[in-house]
């Protein structure tokens, strides 16, 4: 059970979710609500699509996992875990930082919403949950796993409400995974049950307003 935790956490890195979450609404068939409104990720061209993904990939996950890699390196962190609240600021900051660059090169790179907005939304969201938890995390040691399963739930289910047609089970998915991490995380005794739940569901709540609410044109 030991060995499973400690591969669930590796598998749902908070670094990964934002891209979990794009592939699942790029590639799992989907109908908007309406062609006019541009808001399907399903239907971009894929051209566009590996676009983003990479964009995402290097600012979500290469980016921030070198950078920790280089802390540790020189000991600015402990572990790669980051287990204790001092050593989390820093790489949290720099967590922020990326997802506020990849938020302003979309909309310098992709101006006047040429893309669906979740394009926009999901690093903007990113920044948010980053800020959040960077100042909780001067009183509890908020999950940080339960954070990205956290934004992964919030924004499929942001994205299915405007979707006239959607893969349930894609929903049951997110669903999974938010369990498995958070139950990887108890079982190694990472965090608190208030850490998980209360990471889990600000993340869930940021995301889905800030993807649900944010503007198209």
């Known amino acids: 059970m ?18 979990f979450g794009l592939l699942i609404a790029m590639y799992v068939p989907s109908s908007p609500q309406s062609l006019v409104d541009n808001d399907s990720l399903y239907l971009m061209i894929d051209q566009n699509k590996w676009v983003v993904l990479f964009m995402f990939f290097v600012f979500s996950a290469v980016a921030p996992g070198l950078s920790f890699v280089i802390l540790r390196a020189l000991n600015v962190i402990t572990t790669i875990d980051m287990e204790s609240k001092r050593e989390r600021l820093i790489p949290m900051l720099i967590m ?30 990113g920044v948010f949950v980053t800020a959040s938890f960077t100042l909780i995390n001067r009183w509890i040691k908020i999950s940080l796993h339960a954070g990205g399963a956290g934004i992964l739930s919030g924004f499929i289910f942001a994205y299915s409400i405007e979707q006239v047609e959607f893969q349930f089970w894609t929903i049951l998915f997110v669903i999974l995974a938010s369990g498995l991490t958070i139950m990887a995380r108890l079982f190694l005794r990472k965090h608190t049950p208030t850490e998980v739940y209360a990471g889990w569901s600000l993340a869930v709540m940021i995301t889905f307003l800030i993807n649900f609410y944010y503007p198209i044109g």
């Open 2 to 19: 030991k060995v499973l935790s400690h591969l669930l956490s590796w598998i749902f890195l908070p670094l990964f979710m934002p891209l």
């Open 96 to 125: 922020l930082a990326y997802c506020l660059l990849l938020y302003f090169l979309f909309l310098v790179k992709a101006h006047n919403n040429i893309l669906p907005k979740y394009v926009y939304a999901l690093p903007l969201a």
